[in-house]
């Protein structure tokens, strides 16, 4: 059918709710509250902002190559790869994040377990505010319910093949003397084909085992399977790759500060954009909504210097028992082929070692059997070599034992890879216990991004008892217990989480969090009073660690929380599931669309003076140093369609900077741009159309056309770097005209435009084909109108 996100062109200047992000708390939002209509009958207009792409299932990457593409990192010295990369790593001194960039967040890159937390964590005691104690088995339970319906989470199937690493962990707890505590794990994963409850597709799994580096065969139940397509069907607006930098109030409502990503703005050192709404949520994750909020209290927003505080890693732990004496088969089938697979690996995670019923329910623990990506496999043989060599310890002895592990060392470097030998012999344990819950998350001087401070964060008792743990678990089949290569006194025990949490701690007060229990941001650094619209719902909302996979309480909480602010502002949410096919199921309905993009710097003059005249406006502004001048991104979703008709309308977004009109550059939207188009005097005109939003509130509309025409000498550059602009007040041609103008291209400007050129076709990247293709056509065109056989017209 169609993907879940629009172009950017066709932002609107103004929501009823702004949602940033798009993971289990976003999600959650996005679909309750486009079900949801006001007061009046009228439905609330939601619009969903997502940094990441958007990745239909058969796109994640399954080879090295691809993996490495679709990374980014930051580390002390600074971000490498593109900021809408899917896998994203953040890596500090103490500890190291690794988390999901796209639509549906962290979900695309989990092992979506759906266990619950303790309720034993949630008191006063454990930092809980006391309105959410008291609705723990009210609106908490009700959002476990909603929760638990639209995830659908199962455990593996009786059914299907009996997977090895079931076999390892029952003799890993057998050895732990915690045999009955072994048990499958609630996973949200499909195992039949067919239409799920939102109307979307899903394949039954196949038992890949690539559930972290995504799913390509739809049978992962991520977000883009439930909320997401609920909330785009009931009319949600979802937009990927823009990089919300920061959120502020103005004059009744709340503006949202961002960045589109991949327009190469940064090349004409562009302002951000803007856009508003009554209700802002930020969703951002647990990184991003804590670098969000800390990034607009210094742009001047009010708010708890709690903020950043409270910072957990789930107390995750990541291990491995490599080599063992028995078959695992824990690796991800990557490229290589199901049909023929007699031994599947099975979902990411699929049982565990609950060792959570302890007397202090902060000793407790759980241990969960994982597989790594198949896009690994070429280099698991030698890293794991070199790992169990530099950290390892071996749970076995003997002079014959020494040599069969060193046989199925030598099969998987140089006969089977990961699939033979130690590497398919290796089980993955995850384990969440839970920390002190004190690290600290602050903007670096920069600005551009966040610094863990995370020292004391660890229990060291706890780690002791968990390592542990895992040397006895990884005996049981005779292997070489290797912690995470970070954890290590090489790297000075550097921890790893995949759930981060905290930051934003909900609590009573500002005092002793920054929001309350409904998620509503606490506007000074004491008080219960709260930023009117402005909401967090995501994993920073924690107070603390949970001690298991969190994605259930956060969507659970979600649910509850967005119903609580639906009831607030007496919106009725129509929790009712509609029948029949999901209007958008997030795939590509047409592959051969290519799409075409590029950014333009353009400024010059503007006057009030002679409205009639382009020119003598353009002498008096420059005159009075009126300047104007914009940094648009042109957008075409069908190349070719733009190429064969000269109707054909490709959108327009961006900036436009009129001082004598607004303090702040101007956002845009409803923009449009024509390519050649005929006029009736033998010329062609590039056209541009637009609506402006000022910071002020005052909107305008804005029309441009380049004339491009074969007067007498040489003015090829002048016509077709030359604009002649109009500026209404209001939203069209209505009201009054305020300014008109010449903007230029400049040749320095003109190079950088030449180089944000992007002909990009659905799942295979840049075309350069298509780029050849799209400047021949602009070739043939100026030679329509200046060769040798062009029409020559004077100008009127």
Known sequence: MALFSSSISQLKAHYDVIIIGSGYGGSVNASRLARASKSDGSKVRVCVLERGREIPSGEFP??????????????????????????????????????????????????????????RLFTKKMGWPLALVDDLHGGLAKGFERALEMLKP??????????????????????????????????????????????????????????????????????????????????????????????????????????????????????????????????????????????????GLTISSKLGKGFTGNGDVLAFGYN?????????????????????????????IDLRDTGDV??????????LPGALAPTLPAAFSVAAALSGVDTDRGFWDRIKEKARELESKFITSAYG????????????????????????????????????????PLLKAIEQNLKTATSADGGTYVPNPLFTELFD?????????????????????VVDHMGRVFNSNTGQEVHNGLYVSDGSIMPRSLGVNPLLTITALAERNVALLAEERNWIIDYGMDEGPAKFDGERDELDKCALQFTEKMSGHVSDYKLNDYKEAERHGEEKNLSASFVLTIHSTDLDLMLKEHSHTAGLFGTVSIPVLSSEPMSTSDGHFNLFR?????????????????????????????????????????????LYITVWKGGDKSGNVVVKGILHITKGNLKRQITTIE???????????????????????????????????PRN
Not at 88 to 112: K, P
Not at 268 to 286: E, K, Y
Not at 764 to 787: A, N
Request: hydrophobic share 30%; proline share 4%.
């Open 759 to 793: 002909a990009k076709r659905p799942g295979k990247g840049v075309s350069v084909t298509d780029i050849c293709k799209f400047g021949k056509f602009f070739l043939c065109e100026l030679w329509d109108i200046y060769g040798v056989n062009g029409n020559r017209r």
């Open 154 to 299: 199962s455990t593996y199937p009786k059914n299907l093949p009996n997977l090895y690493k079931h076999n390892s962990l029952q003799n890993s707890a057998s050895k732990l003397g915690e045999a009955g505590k072994w048990k499958f794990t609630p996973i949200n994963v499909s195992f039949d084909d067919g239409v799920n409850h939102v109307g979307v597709k899903q394949t039954a799994c196949n038992g890949c085992g690539d559930c972290v580096s995504g799913c390509n065969f739809g049978s992962k139940n991520t977000l883009t399977k439930n909320y997401i397509p609920d909330a785009r069907s009931h009319g949600a607006e979802i937009y990927c790759s823009l990089d919300v930098r920061y959120v502020l109030p103005k004059s009744n409502c709340w503006a949202v500060y961002y960045q589109p990503i991949g327009c190469h703005r940064d090349k004409f050192n562009a302002p951000l954009q803007f856009i508003t709404a009554d209700v802002v949520i930020v969703s951002a994750g647990t990184l991003g909504t804590n670098e969000l909020l800390l990034r607009s209290r210094i742009k």
């Open 493 to 513: 025990f550097n921890l790893i989480t995949v759930h981060p949490l905290g930051g934003c701690a909900s609590a009573d007060n500002a005092l002793e969090g």
């Open 421 to 460: 030998g130690a590497i398919a012999n290796t089980q993955t344990y995850l384990v969440m216990s839970h920390d002190n819950s004190n690290g600290c998350i602050e903007l670096d001087p920069s600005e551009e991004t966040i610094i863990f401070k995370c020292s004391n964060l660890a229990k060291k």
């Open 62 to 119: 399954n080879s090295v190559s691809s993996a490495l593409s679709t990374l980014q990192m930051d580390s002390p010295v600074g971000h490498v790869g593109q900021r809408d990369a899917l896998y994203h790593i953040r890596y500090q001194d103490d500890i190291s994040v690794f988390s999901g960039c796209a639509l549906g967040g962290t979900s695309q890159v989990n092992a979506s377990v759906s266990l619950r937390a303790d309720e």
């Open 678 to 722: 005929p006029t009736s005097n033998h010329s062609k005109q590039m056209r541009y159309s637009m609506r402006l939003h000022s910071v002020e509130g005052t909107n305008y509309y804005m029309e441009g056309f380049k004339d491009i025409r074969d007067d007498p000498g040489f003015d090829i550059w002048d016509d077709t770097t030359t």
């Open 362 to 371: 902060q000793q407790g623990m759980i241990i969960e059997e994982g597989s």
């Open 324 to 352: 063992m004496d028995k078959i695992i088969n824990g690796i991800g089938a990557g490229k290589r082929d199901m049909s023929v697979n007699d031994k599947p690996c099975g979902p990411c995670i699929t049982s565990a």
